[in-house]
């Protein structure tokens, strides 16, 4: 599939106000960074290839930062690599310096080329239309019922002891049928019994220890 038609497929239907809108505010955060005619032309200056320069304007973004290639020696003819850099403004604070991907990108030499404005301003609109996807996404999420906030069954009532179904009354007959059986049962093999009399004569059957206690002692 074509790339173009993979992304005009898969890309959000968004409105045109919206995009309007983003503009509008990325010019309101230009305008704070924006270039005067007199920086514009020191950076052509700078961006000339001259042959007795060893440092390079490449380009900036949309955060005020200059990018610059440079080498150690002086000469077009010299085989030794390039080094990009990054400077920021002096007003700007070590914590708000923000490189974006694209120069990241180009400062490793992952890239060959430095991303232009438009580029910079295409990646800025994409990633606030993933911040709007996700945002939708998060309160479709929310608004569908959970698991756990179902409304739980109410348990089926007990039964009472009094209203016991016919095999429950069956079954407790039963039971007590069969103790009471067993119960005569133990008494009759009681009475029955040809052993009992004999372990009752027999002389250590009824023998029980006792306590010591020693008589005194016969006078001579």
Same mark, same amino acid.
């Given at each position: !599939?074509?790339?173009?038609?993979?992304?005009?497929?898969?890309?959000?239907?968004? &409105?045109?106000?919206?995009?309007?809108?983003?503009?509008?505010?990325?010019?309101?955060?230009? $305008?704070?960074?924006?270039?005067?005619?007199?920086?514009?032309? @020191?950076?052509?200056?700078?961006?000339?290839?001259?042959?007795? #320069?060893?440092?390079?304007?490449?380009?900036?973004?949309?955060?005020?930062? %200059?990018? /610059?290639?440079?080498?150690?020696?002086?000469?077009?003819?010299?085989? =030794?690599?390039? #080094?990009?850099?990054?400077?920021?403004?002096? &007003?700007?604070?070590?914590?708000?310096?923000?490189?974006?991907?694209? /120069?990241?990108?180009?400062?490793?030499?992952?890239?060959?080329?430095?991303?232009?404005?438009?580029?910079?301003?295409?990646?800025?609109?994409?990633?606030?239309?993933?911040? *709007?996807? $996700?945002? =939708?996404?998060?309160? #479709?999420?929310?608004? *569908?019922? #959970?698991? !756990?906030?179902?409304?739980?069954?109410?348990?089926?009532?007990?039964?009472?002891?009094?209203?016991?179904?016919?095999?429950?009354?069956?079954?407790? &007959? &039963?039971?007590?049928?069969?103790?009471?059986?067993? +119960?005569?049962?133990?008494? %009759?093999?009681?009475?029955?019994?040809? @052993?009992?009399?004999?372990?009752?004569?027999?002389?250590? +059957?009824? /023998?029980?220890?006792?306590? @010591?206690?020693? %008589?005194? $002692?016969? *006078?001579?």
């Amino acid at each position: !599939m074509d790339s173009r038609l993979h992304q005009n497929i898969c890309a959000p239907q968004y &409105s045109l106000g919206d995009i309007q809108g983003h503009k509008l505010k990325q010019k309101k955060l230009m $305008a704070t960074n924006q270039i005067g005619p007199v920086a514009r032309a @020191w950076y052509k200056w700078k961006a000339l290839r001259l042959p007795w #320069r060893k440092r390079f304007l490449v380009g900036y973004d949309l955060q005020g930062n %200059t990018y /610059w290639e440079f080498r150690l020696t002086r000469g077009a003819e010299s085989n =030794e690599r390039w #080094r990009r850099i990054v400077k920021y403004p002096r &007003s700007t604070h070590y914590s708000s310096v923000k490189v974006s991907p694209q /120069w990241h990108q180009w400062l490793r030499h992952t890239r060959e080329g430095p991303p232009s404005i438009e580029e910079q301003h295409s990646d800025v609109l994409r990633r606030v239309r993933m911040q *709007k996807l $996700a945002a =939708e996404a998060d309160a #479709r999420w929310e608004a *569908k019922p #959970r698991v !756990m906030e179902a409304p739980q069954a109410a348990p089926a009532p007990l039964l009472s002891t009094t209203k016991a179904s016919p095999l429950q009354r069956d079954a407790g &007959s &039963s039971e007590q049928t069969g103790m009471g059986s067993k +119960e005569t049962k133990a008494e %009759t093999e009681k009475k029955d019994d040809p @052993w009992a009399k004999a372990k009752a004569r027999a002389p250590g +059957e009824t /023998w029980q220890p006792a306590s @010591w206690s020693p %008589t005194a $002692a016969k *006078k001579r």
